[in-house]
């Protein structure tokens, strides 16, 4: 059943909760919510039956969580907060994120921004680029956004995913409607934006948490090379490919290695993590 909780900045988010233990949130990449992604909430079900409090919420812009105005990254990192209060039962405990794609970043960025978060579970990060060509492209996706150019700002976002994708979009008679999703896409870039840059600088060491960071068996190149490279740039780190393919997993699997993880997390409690594999 539908909750609501109201983030520090005033929004309004939509969540489903499951279970009770430790808690676990589920941060989604640029597009997906609640009523078009099964996946994760078949995931948190799973966990949830073995023990752990799981969190499914619709991020600013999207589904249940209508918001007006910019949707930048520090909006979306009040409502992450906002989603850890929940699943943590208001303890202060914090939770572990599962970050999807680009929510990866914004699980990393919540982290580094010292939210109550005991760990990071990150599927696919997108973090191919150099600090600079990232910046370059959302730069422009920013500006056709910010000059209401939503159909514009989509092309930009989704110039690099395999055209498929974005054909797909293009063929709904609904495409201009569906275009306009690209507002709630700003955090999903910023977040890429400072990811990248983090990782050239050596400012995502500062992340001092448990991170495993997971690929698809069968997925596109760049990213067993992006999640090794965050397991090596973070102190407590490890790589791992999960059952899965086309950026999604499989969530028997997937729900195999978020129980083991938060499992770990909660025994490790405040002691040395030491590594996350």
């Known amino acids: 059943m539908?909750?609501?909780?109201?983030?520090?900045?005033?929004?309004?988010?939509?969540?489903?909760?499951y279970g009770d233990g430790p808690g676990l949130v589920f941060v989604a990449g640029a597009g997906p919510f609640r009523a078009v992604d099964p996946v994760t909430t078949g995931t948190a079900e799973r966990v949830a039956?073995?023990?752990?409090?799981?969190?499914?919420?619709?991020?600013?812009?999207?589904?249940?969580?209508p918001a007006d105005g910019v949707l930048d990254l520090e909006r979306e990192l009040a409502a992450v907060a906002a989603a850890i209060s929940v699943a943590d039962g208001g303890s202060g405990d914090g939770a572990v994120l599962c970050g999807h794609s680009s929510g990866c970043s914004i699980a990393l960025a919540a982290a580094h921004a010292g939210l109550p978060v005991t760990g990071l579970v990150l599927w696919e990060a997108p973090l191919g680029d150099d600090a600079a060509?990232?910046?370059?492209?959302?730069?422009?996706?920013?500006?056709?956004?910010?000059?209401?150019?939503?159909?514009?700002?989509?092309?930009?976002?989704?110039?690099?995913?395999?055209?498929?994708?974005?054909?797909?979009?293009?063929?709904?008679?609904?495409?201009?409607?569906l275009a306009r999703a690209s507002a709630s896409?700003?955090?999903?870039?910023?977040?890429l934006v400072w990811a990248t840059a983090a990782l050239e600088d050596g400012s995502l060491g500062s992340v001092d948490v448990p991170v495993l960071a997971v690929y698809g068996t069968s997925t596109f190149?760049?990213?067993?090379?992006?999640?090794?490279?965050?397991?090596?740039a973070v102190p407590h780190g490890a790589s791992r490919?999960?059952?899965?393919?086309?950026?999604?997993?499989?969530?028997?699997a997937m729900a195999d290695e978020l129980v083991r993880f938060v499992r770990r997390v909660r025994a490790a409690g405040d002691g040395p993590v030491g590594h996350a594999e």
């Not at 039956?49 to 969580?65: A, I, N, P």
């Not at 500006?143 to 700002?153: E, I, M, P, Q």
């Not at 190149?221 to 090596?232: L, Q, V």
């Not at 490919?241 to 028997?252: K, M």
């Open 185 to 191: 896409q700003r955090a999903d870039g910023q977040s």
């Open 221 to 232: 190149p760049e990213m067993p090379p992006a999640a090794e490279a965050i397991a090596a």
């Open 49 to 65: 039956q073995r023990g752990v409090r799981t969190m499914v919420f619709d991020r600013l812009g999207r589904g249940e969580s």
């Open 2 to 17: 539908t909750e609501h909780v109201m983030t520090s900045r005033g929004d309004t988010i939509a969540y489903d909760r």
């Open 133 to 177: 060509t990232t910046k370059e492209w959302i730069d422009e996706f920013e500006r056709r956004l910010d000059a209401g150019d939503h159909v514009g700002a989509t092309e930009q976002y989704m110039k690099d995913m395999p055209p498929e994708w974005l054909d797909g979009m293009r063929a709904s008679p609904d495409f201009e409607q």
């Open 241 to 252: 490919a999960v059952a899965g393919a086309q950026h999604t997993w499989e969530p028997d």
